[in-house]
Structures are given as structure tokens and as C-alpha cells.
């Protein structure tokens, strides 16, 4: 079905020119496909790798497919960018940020692992020496063998693809937490709605987290979040954020607003901090509450840690 071919290097841009531009000429950075072959698919966006191991990724592209479909016509856009899949051993020359394998996607382009990830390595090792009966909720979803990749590249490849959608328009949000919960909204909606076979695959994981409550996350409040971010927490007090906002952006979706997604994508572009002054949290609580829900301020206002 795909088939390879080589692919001539582009003229590398500066990083720091990519951030600033704002262009659509511009909006894909070509700096990280020097070197990658292109894959030829029967889908809009340009898919590059770094070698002829594809067998793994047709499932993926196939739902990102549908997630690009399902997120344009929410958005009313028709997104252009690029997936790129890299082996762990040339992560460094092709991705934004360590470790290998983990979903990200910035300056148009979402970038996955070729091989499992360090970070499904790693926890499969942790879940491996957990009694049995801490992964019965998992074997029955991910495989006797627990594949969190399944996880960690197929399920969150989507939430990555939803984040182009506002950094499209803009990479300064009021809050980090607050582009983390719209692109697990943005996820959690679709495959509820058009991926109903990957629901488990999406929900299991979480839950198995949530249940295993907060003793790796020495940091707990939002104001943590936004100071330490990716770069300064953890991973495992990064994903224990992160499932806090997945509990959070399936309770809003499973409320049926379905508009709801459509207001926080432009509340998100509407008040970036190259457009407007930081708000205060009094201030983001209430323009939340007039502009998108009182489900998304009620998080700001009840988050559990202060």
C-alpha cells in the first residue's frame, strides 16, 4: 500500500526564523526532514521516516487520517502538516526534545517513534514487577505482553495532532494547562465520536494511572505545572498532570456541549500572549466562564492542590 522514495534535502531554515514566522510558507520547519524518505500515502499530509519499517505505523496514519478529517471540519480548516516516524537512535537529529519515542508535535509537524519508546520501555519494566493482579485491567486491552505503545504512539498521536491546531495561530496560551485539556478534549472527542473501536486503548491506561493515585508526583499544583512544564518535572509527575486534565476533558466531553471545543480553540487564539496581556487567575476564571464553560473554569477554581 506505501511505498518509499527518496527524498532531496530542503535548504535548512533557522529555528529561531521558524518560531517567528508566521507565514503559511513557513508554518511547516523542514529543518527535521533532511535525511527522511517520504512515504507515499493515499492521505493529505506528507508522512516521512527514517527507514522502510512501516508495517507498524499503517493503523496509525490511517487514524490520524480520520482524526485530521473529524478536527477540520470542528475548526473549519483544512490543517497542513507533516508526521514524521524516527527511530530512537536518530530521535535527536530529527525531534524537538528527548527521550525517544515520545509524541510531539510543534511548527507544523507531528513527530512519532519508529521503534516502542523509552518512556513505554520504561513503564513496562514498572508494570512487569507489579503483582498480577495490579495488570489484569491492562492485559485484556494492550496485549499479555502489555504494549503501552499502543498508548503512548496511537492514542496520543491524536492528542499531538490537535495541539497544531491552535499553534497554528499561536504558541503562547494563558495557561499550558489550558492547551493540555483542549487537545485532550479535542482527542477524547474524537475517538468517542469516529474511533469507537479505540476507546479502551484511550480510557484503560488513564484509568490504571488514576487508580494508582498520586504518590510519583512530588509536584501537584497548576501553578507547578506552568512553572516546570515538560523540561523540569519528572516524567512520571508529567503524565500524573496529564491524567488529571484527561479526567477532566472526558467529564466536559461526556456532558454533550458540542460546541464546546470550537469556543476553547478560539478562546486559546484569542487571548495568546502575543495578542493580549497575561491575565490574572481571577481574570482567566471568569473570561473561561462568559466565553467557553463553567466546566473549564470550574478546574482553575476547585483544582484540589493549592
Do not use: C
Request: aromatic share 12%; charged share 25%; net charge negative.
Amino acid at each position: 500500500m506505501y511505498k518509499l522514495r527518496a527524498r532531496h534535502s530542503i535548504t535548512f531554515l533557522s529555528f529561531f526564523l521558524i518560531i517567528s514566522s508566521r507565514g503559511q510558507e513557513s508554518w511547516i520547519d523542514t529543518s527535521p526532514h533532511s535525511g527522511l524518505s517520504e512515504l507515499r500515502t493515499d492521505f493529505s499530509f506528507k508522512t516521512l521516516v527514517s527507514n522502510n519499517s512501516v508495517k507498524s505505523i499503517t493503523g496509525t496514519l490511517k487514524r490520524l487520517n480520520e482524526a485530521k478529517q473529524y478536527f477540520d471540519e470542528i475548526f473549519n480548516t483544512d490543517l497542513d502538516f507533516a508526521v514524521l516516524f524516527v527511530e530512537n537512535e536518530k530521535w535527536g537529529k530529527h525531534a524537538y526534545f528527548p527521550p525517544p519515542g515520545l509524541p510531539q508535535a510543534i511548527h507544523g509537524n507531528v513527530i512519532l517513534g519508529l521503534d516502542k519508546s523509552v518512556l513505554s520501555i520504561t513503564v513496562e519494566e514498572t508494570i512487569d514487577r507489579l503483582p498480577e493482579q495490579h495488570q489484569a485491567m491492562l492485559k485484556p486491552v494492550y496485549g499479555d505482553d502489555i504494549n503501552l505503545d499502543l498508548f503512548y504512539r496511537d492514542i496520543l498521536s491524536i492528542h499531538e495532532l490537535a495541539h497544531l491546531y491552535h499553534f497554528k495561530e499561536g504558541t503562547k496560551p494563558q495557561r499550558k494547562w489550558l492547551q493540555e485539556l483542549f487537545a485532550t478534549m479535542s482527542m477524547y472527542s474524537f475517538v468517542k465520536e469516529k474511533s469507537k473501536n479505540a476507546y479502551n486503548l484511550m480510557n484503560t491506561y488513564p484509568e490504571f494511572v488514576l487508580n494508582s493515585g498520586n504518590r510519583m508526583a512530588e509536584h501537584k499544583t497548576l501553578k507547578d505545572f506552568e512553572e516546570k512544564y515538560v523540561q523540569n518535572l519528572s516524567p512520571q509527575n508529567y503524565e500524573w498532570f496529564q491524567m488529571q486534565f484527561y479526567q477532566h476533558a472526558r467529564s466536559i466531553i461526556d456532558s454533550g456541549d458540542r460546541h464546546i471545543l470550537e469556543r476553547l480553540h478560539n478562546f486559546l487564539i484569542n487571548t495568546d500572549l502575543d495578542r493580549t496581556a497575561r491575565l490574572s487567575d481571577e481574570e482567566l476564571s471568569l473570561r473561561l466562564k462568559k466565553e467557553v464553560s463553567t466546566s473549564v473554569s470550574d478546574i482553575l477554581d476547585t483544582w484540589m492542590y493549592r
